[in-house]
C-alpha cells in the first residue's frame, strides 16, 4: 500500500517555471515506477513522463520534451516534475502514480496508486 501526494501546483505566466513534488510513503517505494499524469477540463488524462523504480530510466511526453525533467530522491521518497517555458496548454490538474513495474510506462492502466492531484494554470 503506497500513498501519493501531490503539491507545488501554481498560477504562472506562460514561460515560467514551477516544480510539481510527489512525496510517497508506505512500503519497498523505491520498487514502484511513478508517472505523471494530467487532465484539463474536457480533455482525457494524458501521460507527461514517468521514471523507473530506481530512477535509470526516463520517459517523457513529445509535448513536454525539452522543458520538463523527471527526477526522484529516494532518501526523500519523493519524485519531481521540474516543468519550464510553461504553455497555455500545460494547464490541468496533475497527478502522480505508482507502478509496480521496474520500467516505467505512461499508461495510466498499470498505475495502481493515484494521489490527489495539484493544479496548474497558466496565464498571463
Known amino acids: 500500500q503506497l500513498q501519493l501526494v501531490e503539491s507545488g501546483g501554481d498560477l504562472v505566466q506562460p514561460g515560467g517555471s514551477l516544480r510539481l513534488s510527489c512525496a510517497i510513503s508506505?512500503?519497498?517505494?523505491?520498487?514502484?515506477?511513478i508517472g505523471w499524469f494530467r487532465q484539463a477540463p474536457g480533455k482525457e488524462r494524458e501521460g507527461v513522463s514517468c521514471?523507473?523504480?530506481?530512477?535509470?530510466?526516463?520517459e517523457y511526453a513529445d509535448s513536454v520534451k525539452g522543458r520538463f525533467t523527471i527526477s526522484r530522491d529516494s532518501a526523500k521518497s519523493t519524485v519531481y516534475l521540474q516543468m519550464t517555458n510553461l504553455k497555455p496548454e500545460d494547464a490541468a490538474i496533475y497527478y502522480c502514480?505508482?507502478?509496480?513495474?521496474?520500467?516505467?510506462?505512461?499508461?495510466?492502466?498499470?498505475?495502481?496508486?493515484w494521489g490527489q492531484g495539484t493544479q496548474v494554470s497558466v496565464s498571463s
Open positions: 502514480a505508482a507502478s509496480n513495474r521496474y520500467m516505467c510506462s505512461m499508461d495510466a492502466s498499470l498505475h495502481t496508486y
Open positions: 508506505g512500503v519497498l517505494v523505491d520498487y514502484y515506477a
Open positions: 521514471i523507473s523504480s530506481h530512477g535509470s530510466n526516463t
